[in-house]
């Protein structure tokens, strides 16, 4: 809603409310604790707003939450929290929030008011970003459609398949350094995207076909986990992570990062099976997987939806290298066992003191009072309404119609640049399929929706290119044989 104060109007009203809280703090005995809050927003643009505690030894520190898992960032129902545990009242197991924390020394209003102006750069750039992001990929596919059918410009896409495949992590890895306002943010990111891109093809890795790809992967992939390892600070206030003035989650693996983590894992564990094929490749495969899995349905990942979507991905890519037949009834187990590992994961967290749970464990909570249903309903309600997003779905139309064409019709669409990314490892294709279903089983069990696929297939489509590219140069040239359609994609009886 507009605002119905003018800004002399708002002055004059903080300063009457300051005037308040002086006269109050005036005549309160010494050393008791005052909670004071802002609790709304004006206009229609959410912000950070002050949570502040006086009591003895917390003068110039941080407040944070272990609700929140931050040392500067607590919740509006940890004030109940805060409250109870102040006046010696036990906190009951349904409040939500938890006791307000004092942090490290060094708070400064400069550095509270930086936080704010941080988490508003992303939300303006957040959806332009996504916008450009959907722009490139179409534009990717239709010149790369119209360049391998003419076997021009093979090295020039090359290079703009792994450079477009670059650009999501490189919003991670732009928080790695101190950043202020739009430009230094879209810079950095452009900067971090060419950085990667260059290691990509500076190494003796270039001239093989999986070498490039595997790096763009391979970084993905180790950003993310290690993120989740030092405390998520790369996803919060990112571009493809999650606001702190959103208020949807503070830490953990976010549903986009879920989907770049799953397929840098996926992919670069393919690279490593097509290294070393066999019992050895299925092993990585299982092991990278799990590890990854693990990090993500943890207390360090907080992340319930991928987990489920995580298992039959690597559950398939593991069964089409190891030559075994995957169908319907294999893959729902594997979607079941996901539900099964996850809910293990949220009982043992639900095991916790209130305090420590995430919400993880709240769900097993929901789950015995019944409230479960609704969580459920909403979150779908959610994923629904991103299947119309102008910013998302042209992602996956795209990347999955050039994909199917390229299968269906190789010489055609691509030159033959898939079937030889195939033939040249049948690894990557059993990487990719287990990518796909992770992204399509992610798409429906999570809020996001077709975020998560549309991130998938972005950073998998353009380094499978990359990687078929590589491999015709092998071939001389040449027009590879074109085998069909069930042993390109499928591959699951062979």
Not at 29 to 47: E, F, K, N, Y
Not at 288 to 316: H, K
Not at 341 to 370: C, D, K, Y
């Amino acid at each position: 809603m507009p605002d119905k104060l003018s800004a002399a109007d708002r002055r004059d009203a903080l300063q009457l409310a300051d005037a308040k809280a002086g006269a109050l703090l005036s005549v309160l005995p010494a050393g008791t604790t005052v909670l004071l809050a802002g609790l709304s927003d004006h206009g229609s643009v959410p912000h950070l707003r002050v949570a502040a505690m006086r009591a003895p030894g917390t003068e110039g520190h941080l407040l944070g939450a272990a609700s929140t898992h931050r040392e500067d960032i607590s919740i509006l129902t940890d004030l109940t929290a805060t409250v109870l545990s102040e006046l010696g009242v036990p906190v009951p197991a349904t409040v939500v929030g938890t006791p307000l924390r004092v942090g490290p020394a060094g708070a400064t209003i400069a550095d509270l008011r930086r936080d704010d102006a941080t988490a508003q750069s992303i939300r303006s750039v957040k959806g332009v970003y996504f916008t450009v992001v959907a722009v490139l990929q179409v534009a990717f596919y239709l010149a790369a459609f119209l360049l391998l059918r003419r076997r021009r410009g093979l090295s020039p896409v090359r290079v703009a398949a792994v450079a477009l495949a670059a650009l999501p992590v490189s919003s991670y890895l732009v928080n790695l350094l101190p950043w202020t306002g739009l430009p230094q943010l879209v810079g950095g990111v452009l900067a971090w995207a060419a950085a990667v891109t260059a290691v990509a093809f500076a190494g003796p890795w270039r001239r093989r076909p999986l070498g490039p790809p595997a790096v763009v992967a391979g970084v993905t992939a180790l950003t993310l986990a290690g993120d989740l390892l030092t405390g998520t600070t790369l996803q919060l206030n990112s571009v493809m992570g999650y606001g702190a003035d959103v208020g949807a989650r503070y830490y953990g693996l976010g549903n986009i990062p879920f989907a770049l983590l799953a397929t840098g894992t996926l992919l670069a564990a393919t690279v490593i099976a097509h290294r070393w094929p066999g019992r050895a490749g299925v092993g990585a495969i299982v092991t990278l997987g799990a590890f990854a899995m693990v990090l993500g349905g943890s207390g360090l990942g907080s992340d319930f939806g991928g987990v489920i979507a995580f298992v039959p991905g690597i559950a398939v890519t593991a069964l089409i290298l190891s030559g075994r037949r995957v169908s319907l009834v294999k893959l729902g187990a594997c979607c079941a066992a996901g539900g099964v590992i996850v809910m293990g994961f949220a009982w043992l967290n639900h095991l916790r003191p209130p305090s420590e749970q995430s919400h993880l464990g709240r769900f097993v909570g929901q789950v015995l009072t019944g409230e479960a249903l609704d969580v459920i309903w909403r979150k779908l309600h959610a994923m629904l309404a991103t299947l119309l997003s102008p910013n998302l779905m042209p992602i996956v139309i795209a990347a999955a119609a050039f994909l199917g064409y390229a299968i269906l019709r190789p010489e055609q669409a691509s030159a033959g640049v898939v079937p030889a990314a195939f033939e040249h490892s049948p690894a990557l294709r059993a990487g990719l399929i287990g990518t796909l279903v992770s992204g399509v089983v992610g798409m429906l069990v999570n809020d996001s929706g077709a975020a998560v696929l549309s991130m998938a297939l972005a950073l998998a489509v353009p380094l499978l290119l990359a990687t078929g590219i590589g491999a015709l140069p092998a071939a001389g040239r040449s027009r590879p044989s074109v085998p069909g359609v069930g042993e390109q994609l499928a591959g699951v009886a062979k």
